[in-house]
C-alpha cells in the first residue's frame, strides 16, 4: 500500500507530480487560499440562512455544530478508506500516491498540506447540492459548519506538520498524526480529532516513552 507503507519521508524537496505544467501547479496551494475561501463561504451560507431564510440564530448554531461534528466523521472516513486505498492495481497505486502518499514521502512540503481550492470548491458545490437535496434550506447552516470544520482541519494539519509541538492540552493532536506517520499508518487517522480513532478501535498502543520524546519538537523527525 504505497500512502501506508512505512519509510523514511524525506524532509526536502517537492516531488513532480504531473508532466503537465499546469496540472502540477494546481498541486501546489499556499494554506491560506482554502482557508479564505472556505472561511468567506462559511459566513455567506449563515448570513444568507438567517437574512433571507429567516433561521432564528439559535438554529444556525445547532446547524453549525451539527455540520462540524459531521466534518470530523468524513475526514476520518475519507482518510482511512480514501486516502489509504489499497493499491492492488498500477491504477490506484497512482492515485493513492498523488492524492496522499506523496505527502507520507514529503510531510514538510507546506504547498501539498491542503486539497487546490478549484477541486475543494467543485466538491463542496456537489455537496451542497447533495445536502440541499436532504437538508433543504437547513443546508445553510449545516454546510457552513462543514466548511469551517474542513477549514479548521486543513489549518490543524498545517500546523501539526509547520510548527513546534505547543505545550498546552492542544499537543495531543500533534503526537496522534505524529505517530501516524512514523510508527503506525494504520492507525491514527484523525487529525483535527482523535475521537473516531476511538470510536473505531483505530487508537494506536500506547508508546509514553516516544511520547514524551516528542514533546517539545516538531511532528517531524530530522
Not at 493499491?87 to 514521502?105: F, L, N, Q
Not at 510531510?107 to 491542503?114: E, T
Not at 455537496?127 to 449545516?142: K, T
Amino acid at each position: 500500500m504505497e500512502s501506508t507503507k512505512l519509510k523514511r519521508p524525506k524532509h526536502k524537496g517537492s516531488p513532480k507530480l504531473f508532466k503537465n505544467p499546469f496540472l502540477e501547479k494546481l498541486t501546489h496551494t499556499h494554506i491560506s487560499a482554502p482557508l479564505l475561501i472556505f472561511g468567506i463561504i462559511s459566513a455567506a451560507l449563515i448570513y444568507y440562512g438567517i437574512i433571507e431564510k429567516g433561521f432564528e440564530t439559535p438554529m444556525m448554531i445547532l446547524l453549525f455544530a451539527a455540520g462540524l461534528f459531521f466534518f470530523t466523521f468524513v475526514e476520518y472516513i475519507m482518510h482511512r478508506y480514501l486516502y489509504h486505498i489499497p493499491a492492488t492495481s498500477p491504477t490506484k497505486k497512482k492515485v493513492s500516491y498523488t492524492m496522499h502518499g506523496v505527502h507520507h514521502d514529503y510531510p514538510k512540503d507546506k504547498s501539498r498540506l491542503a486539497m487546490p481550492p478549484v477541486l475543494s470548491l467543485i466538491i463542496a458545490s456537489i455537496l451542497f447540492i447533495i445536502y440541499r437535496a436532504v437538508l433543504g434550506d437547513y443546508v445553510f447552516g449545516f454546510l457552513a459548519g462543514f466548511l469551517i470544520g474542513y477549514a479548521g482541519y486543513l489549518g490543524i494539519h498545517y500546523s501539526v506538520h509547520a510548527f513546534k509541538v505547543p505545550k498546552n492540552f492542544l499537543k495531543i493532536l500533534w503526537h496522534h498524526h505524529s505517530i501516524h506517520h512514523y510508527r503506525e499508518p494504520d492507525k491514527a487517522f484523525g487529525v483535527s480529532s482523535p475521537l473516531w480513532d476511538h470510536i473505531f478501535g483505530t487508537m494506536p498502543r500506547k508508546n509514553p516513552k516516544a511520547e514524551r520524546a516528542a514533546a517539545g519538537t516538531s511532528i517531524d523527525p530530522s
